[in-house]
Every structure is written in structure tokens, then in C-alpha cells.
């Protein structure tokens, strides 16, 4: 912990002396300028519904991109000639650049919170459906054999067996999206967002606000860790619960 | 006597690759028949034809029994169940898997995780399951491979007692001449793969039936 913040201290050190060295508050902020600009922010009654919507978002989409990817992957994996047709399609989602997207959405529904939403779950779900899926064709052949020999009935073999062997994979699934769609929707929010952190941020951009900018990007960064980090201890507990860890 | 099994002229291949050649054989009800051969003469195949896990082969096979249970080479346990809730996962009766624990003498170790038992013991909870429905087939597919001596001459007397008690007939295959002439009461000698029938051998003697064996596989394995 000792070293975890001398490494800050130093950090910001390095941060300071070379803002003095840069001498320009657009391109490097001092980090007694950001500070300032944070205050102000945290201190305006604008950040709080701008937080709210950015976590309601990120929440949302997580949801959506666990629930469609995990029920898309386990198909695949259970139904082969889905998956023959499914794989293009999936690639070809993996592909699309988010601002082709970003045409589609605003053409759609204008700026709102939908876009972000379609954008940010669009470009996590390949993962998450291609990881169940490999989760899926990760189960143990023998068991099923066994469980054949018995015959166990399907829906046993699917909660014990499928479910079973999923789990660690899913896990995986929530961790990797908790992780990473933060970053994502303040992308989506500055492109087509009404509302939320992303969208402060474009405002700060067009004010050329350099402070303000690097104010809002550590919000965004603390609100990545501490999801992340709450993420983590309750998988842990979960994987030990199951006795896989 | 009747047979619970009945094999006629069956043949099996994968694609090109003949593994059984042409196998007849009789299962009477309550004998100890045990194939004996080369290890992939094509043994486990057999045994899954009689399961009925392969659907596709020539010839004729009867099957007389009930229910059948299956003691795997590999114990095949589901890893975040405990023993109890992998009996279960087969036989939902609470009863009946308690008496199965006792028979198979896994008492105290019910709610524990496959991880936590010894290569023995996973055996054990194999065996367990396979009793569970009071099958009248018991097939044996080298259970005991992987065993250290010691628990293995155990588990064969566990096992030949549970016969005993659930007047099942046993059909196992081994590549171990003394696992043979201990565990059966006929033995089939196959050739290498493709696999035929060398020879049959009652047996009332085991020591005896022991070095038969062992010089049958000398000669021709």
C-alpha cells in the first residue's frame, strides 16, 4: 500500500514539473488546475445527474450484453448448424467500426441515451458471446457420456453439467464487460449521448477546457476501478463458493 | 439358464479402421464374463455397444437386462458436486443413495467435493453410481487401472461382494491377467485389433486361470 501510493505521489510529481516544463494550460494542465476544475465539478449540481445517467447506462448495457451474448454463446455452442450460421455475423460485429454504428443510431433515435446504449453493447457483446461459447464447447465430453448412460434427463444435464462448467466463463463474461464498458459509453456518450459524463466531456472539449477535460476523464477512471474492484471480491467469493478457485 | 446378453457376429468400425471382428458371445444371468485382450483391441467399444452409447455396428446384440450400471475407467465425477449430490445427479432418492454409501463405504465422506477424495475413493463414488438403480448388468471398464495394489484387490472384493448382494451379472474388460481370473467366472481372450475371439476360459481356479492367461498373452499379444 506504502509503495501503491508513493508511485501516485511520484506520478503527480512528474505530472507537475512537466506541465511547468509544457507551460500551457491546453495542452498539459497542471495538476493544481485539474484539482480546481474537480472541485468545481464535484461541487456543481449539473455532475450528479451526469453521473447517475452515466452509471444507469453502463448498468443497462451490461445487463444487456451479459444476458444477449451468454444466451447467443450457449446456443451456438449447443446447436452446431447455429453456429455455422452464427460465426459471420459475429465477426462481422466484431469488425464494425463503433462510428458506422453511431450513423445507424443517430439516425434511429437523434442523440439520447438509446445510442449509447446500442453502441456500447454492440461492441462488447462479440466477446462475451464468443467466450460462453467457448465455454460451452469446454465441457467435458464424459460427463455427458456418463450422464447418457444414466439417462439423466436433458434439463438436469443442462443445470448440472452445462450450467456448471459455465459458470467460471460467465464470470469471466461480467468481469471483462464491468471492466471495460466504462470507457465505452463515455466514448458513445461524447458521440451521440444527451446526457452523462461523455457528454460533459465534449462540452469541456469545445470550450477547449484542457483542465476540465483531464478532471472529467479521472471520474471516469475512479468509476472503471471501483466497479472493476467490486466486481472482482464478489466473483472470488462466488468461484471459491463453487470450489473451483 | 437365460442370457442377459446375447452377441451375435458383431462387427465395428471407425471409417477404414475394423475394431471388432466378428464377436459371439453369452452372458448368462449372474456370471462373471470378462474380456481379456491388448489395450486398444477394441474393448471400451464393445462395452459402449452394450451401454447402447454406439448405435451403429453390424450384427446382433440382445439385451436382456433391466438396467444397466456402468463403472467408467475414469471416475467421471462432476467436480462442483459433492459425492451425495453426484449420486443424486443419476438417482433422485435420498434413500436408496444413503444405503449406496454405505454399501460402497463412503459414510463420513457424503458432502465431500471429488477433489477432496483419493484416486480410491473417486472409484468408490464411481462404483456407488453405478449400484444406485439396482441395475442387473454391471459393466466394468478397467476400473481399477489407475489404482494402486493395494486398494485394488479391495475394491475387486467390493465389488464381486455387491454382485453377490445385488445378483447382478458382471461384464468387464481388463488388459490385467490377475484382474481376470480374480474378477471373472469366464474369460474371453481377444486378438489385437481387430479384435476376435483366441479362446475361452472358464475359470474355477484362479491362480491357475492367472498363468494361463499370462502365457495366452505372452504368445500372441
Same mark, same amino acid.
Request: hydrophobic fraction near 45%; charged fraction near 30%; avoid cysteine.
Given at each position: 500500500m506504502k509503495r501503491y501510493l508513493f508511485g501516485i505521489v511520484v506520478g503527480i510529481a512528474v505530472w507537475w514539473i512537466l506541465s511547468l516544463i509544457v507551460n500551457s494550460e491546453i495542452i498539459l494542465p497542471s495538476p493544481m488546475?485539474?484539482?480546481?476544475?474537480?472541485?468545481?465539478i464535484i461541487t456543481s449540481r449539473e455532475f450528479y445527474g451526469a453521473l447517475a445517467s452515466t452509471i444507469l447506462k453502463g448498468l443497462f448495457s451490461t445487463l444487456l450484453v451479459i444476458t444477449i451474448g451468454t444466451s447467443i454463446?450457449?446456443?451456438?455452442?449447443l446447436k452446431r448448424s447455429l453456429s455455422d450460421v452464427l460465426k459471420p455475423f459475429v465477426t462481422l460485429l466484431q469488425s464494425v467500426p463503433v462510428v458506422s454504428w453511431l450513423a445507424f443510431a443517430i439516425f434511429l433515435w437523434g442523440i439520447g441515451w438509446k445510442g449509447p446504449v446500442l453502441l456500447t453493447t454492440l461492441s462488447l457483446l462479440p466477446v462475451v458471446i464468443i467466450n460462453t461459447y467457448s465455454g460451452v464447447l469446454n465441457v467435458d465430453t464424459q460427463l455427458l457420456e456418463m450422464a447418457r448412460v444414466y439417462g439423466v434427463e436433458r434439463k438436469k444435464i443442462f443445470k448440472y453439467i452445462y450450467l456448471g462448467s459455465l459458470l467460471p466463463f460467465m464470470l469471466a463474461?461480467?468481469?471483462i464487460t464491468l471492466g471495460n464498458v466504462w470507457k465505452t459509453i463515455l466514448v458513445t456518450e461524447f458521440l451521440c449521448g444527451d446526457q452523462g459524463i461523455g457528454v460533459m466531456i465534449a462540452w469541456a472539449r469545445s470550450y477547449v477546457d484542457t483542465p476540465r477535460i483531464f478532471a472529467l476523464t479521472l471520474i471516469g477512471v475512479v468509476l472503471a476501478v471501483s466497479f472493476e474492484r467490486t466486481g472482482e471480491g464478489f466473483f472470488e467469493r462466488v468461484l471459491r463458493r463453487w470450489k473451483l478457485s | 439358464m437365460e442370457a442377459?446378453?446375447?452377441?451375435?457376429?458383431?462387427?465395428? @468400425?471407425? +471409417? &477404414? =479402421?475394423?475394431?471388432i471382428d466378428g464377436l459371439n458371445l453369452e452372458l448368462k444371468r449372474g456370471e462373471s464374463l470378462f474380456l481379456f485382450g491388448p489395450s486398444g483391441c477394441g474393448k471400451t467399444t464393445f462395452l459402449k455397444?452394450?451401454? +447402447?452409447?454406439i448405435e451403429d455396428f453390424e450384427g446382433k446384440v440382445e439385451r436382456n437386462f433391466r438396467k444397466v450400471g456402468f463403472v467408467f475407467q475414469d471416475p467421471r465425477l462432476i467436480p462442483w458436486l459433492t459425492v451425495k449430490e453426484n449420486l443424486l445427479f443419476?438417482?433422485? &432418492?435420498?434413500?436408496?443413495?444413503?444405503?449406496?454409501i454405505e454399501i460402497a463405504g463412503l459414510q463420513g465422506f457424503e458432502d465431500s467435493f471429488p477433489r477432496q477424495? @483419493?484416486? +480410491?475413493?473417486?472409484?468408490r463414488v464411481n462404483l456407488a453410481r453405478a !449400484?444406485?438403480?439396482? %441395475? &442387473? =448388468?454391471?459393466?466394468? &471398464?478397467? %476400473?481399477? @487401472?489407475? =489404482?494402486? !495394489?493395494?486398494?485394488?484387490?479391495?475394491?475387486?472384493?467390493? !465389488?464381486?461382494r455387491i454382485k453377490r448382494r445385488c445378483k447382478a451379472s458382471l461384464l468387464g474388460v481388463t488388459h490385467d491377467p490377475k484382474e481376470a481370473s480374480i474378477m471373472a467366472s469366464k474369460v474371453v481372450v481377444l486378438s489385437k485389433r481387430p479384435a476376435r475371439i483366441l479362446t475361452v476360459l472358464e475359470v474355477s481356479d484362479s491362480s491357475e486361470a492367472e498363468k494361463k492367461l499370462i502365457q495366452i498373452a505372452l504368445e500372441n499379444f
Open positions: 488546475a485539474v484539482l480546481g476544475s474537480l472541485n468545481k454463446g450457449m446456443l451456438m455452442g463474461s461480467l468481469r | 442377459v446378453l446375447k452377441v451375435e457376429g458383431l462387427k465395428k @468400425s471407425y +471409417g &477404414d =479402421l475394423l475394431v455397444i452394450v451401454a +447402447g452409447l443419476v438417482y433422485e &432418492d435420498e434413500r436408496r443413495v444413503k444405503e449406496v477424495l @483419493s484416486g +480410491g475413493m473417486k472409484q !449400484i444406485l438403480s439396482r %441395475p &442387473d =448388468l454391471l459393466i466394468l &471398464d478397467e %476400473p481399477f @487401472s489407475s =489404482l494402486d !495394489i493395494h486398494i485394488k484387490h479391495r475394491l475387486m472384493k467390493d !465389488i464381486l
